[in-house]
């Protein structure tokens, strides 16, 4: 008797098994496939990131040296596009001096060009207004 109670205990087993496995493996797949994380100090994308690679159009943008952008904090060149300030990369080919606009706050030019992983590419600056 004990005998027949065992082998239904066993089958009972076996037939939840047989349920609550495939349900347990499917939950752990699906919790693998979307991992989730949290940050406890997220931070924002700078602003450079947010500016795609594009041509710029001529246009007036605002000049500073970066020594007065927060987010640079060192002397050079820098051009605003869509809001972000981006290193002017070929301002020497351009005639600008290291640090063109150090001490005047911010300038209005006439500039065209294009945007190539984060720096700005001068096609044509009018530095008189």
């Known amino acids: 008797m004990t005998d ?3 082998r239904q205990q066993v ?3 076996l037939l939840a098994m047989k349920f609550i496995l495939p349900l347990a493996l499917s939950f752990t ?3 693998c496939s979307s991992e989730v ?3 406890e100090h997220p931070t924002q994308p700078s ?3 947010l500016v795609s690679d594009r041509t710029v159009l001529v246009a007036e ?4 040296c970066g020594c007065v952008i927060d987010e640079v904090g060192h002397c050079g060149n ?3 596009i869509d809001g972000a300030f981006l290193p002017i990369a070929n301002g020497k080919d351009m005639g600008l001096g290291n640090m063109e606009w150090c001490g005047q706050g911010a300038v ?3 500039a065209a060009g294009s945007v190539q992983d984060g720096a700005f590419i001068a096609t044509a600056l009018d530095t008189d207004g």
């Open 4 to 6: 027949i109670v065992h």
């Open 61 to 64: 943008h605002t000049v500073k």
């Open 29 to 31: 797949l699906v919790a």
């Open 108 to 110: 209005s030019i006439q």
């Open 47 to 49: 602003e450079d990131a």
């Open 11 to 13: 089958s009972a087993i």
């Open 37 to 39: 994380y949290f940050d």
């Open 78 to 80: 820098y051009i605003s």
